[in-house]
């Protein structure tokens, strides 16, 4: 069952922090699917091949979905699962981060190590922007352009969409509603033409909505 609103990156963001000479660089991307993810984190490994390490985290798919996360050379528990516990503590899907490092000479401890990772991790998601991914229906409603005036004024106080119109005999709105609000939505149009207007259910899809 697909979700009503999740939460996601909105894009590329990068953010970089330097810590006793050591520099931690976030990068953050938006990844739908598993393989999306793991191709970023090549990617990344690949731009930074002399880094010292290129640790990473990402979640994915409905629900829990997957979510992993690696140390790459790290000692275990100290960078991947920092980064895993920003992601999870924002409550973010479809979201890929990582942190290379560049050594600096100084050696962080267990500790500090959990703390510079999870820093930049947290960094990198401010400078990528957090967006709400809403699932939205089509809902393709008809009227006579009677109508068109109170509709539109009306409809710029409501959380519905207009997506676009076609003028022709008729006024055909295609307008983006929640899921699960087709009744209601139905019911609002019907009492603002007196049940004058024609409704066809579309398609949903996720429509992103800033935060």
């Known amino acids: 069952m697909q979700r009503l609103k999740y939460l996601t990156v909105k894009g590329y963001g990068e953010h970089e922090i330097v810590i006793r000479k050591s520099r931690f660089i976030a990068q953050v991307d938006r990844a739908a699917t598993e393989e999306e993810a793991k191709s970023f984190v090549q990617d990344i490994k690949k731009k930074h091949w002399s880094a010292t390490h290129n640790c990473f985290a990402y979640a994915t798919g409905e629900g829990n979905g997957v979510r992993k996360a690696g140390d790459d050379g790290e000692p275990g528990g100290t960078a991947g699962m920092p ?9 973010l899907r479809d979201t890929v981060i990582v942190v290379t490092r560049y050594f600096g000479g100084t050696k962080l401890g267990a500790g500090g190590l959990i703390r510079a990772y999870g820093k930049a991790a947290t960094g990198g998601l401010d400078a990528a922007g957090i967006v709400q991914m809403t699932l939205m229906r089509s809902m393709l409603t008809g009227f006579d352009y009677t109508w068109l005036g109170k509709i539109e004024n009306e409809l710029a106080g409501t959380r519905y969409m207009l997506k676009e119109t076609d003028y022709s005999q008729k006024v055909l709105m295609d307008i983006l509603i ?14 603002l033409t007196n049940g004058q207007v024609e409704i066809n259910r579309g398609k949903t899809g996720y429509v992103e909505l800033v935060v």
């Open 178 to 191: 929640p899921a699960g609000q087709e009744d209601e939505f139905t019911d609002w149009v019907a009492n």
């Open 83 to 91: 980064i895993l516990e920003v992601i999870n503590k924002r409550e």
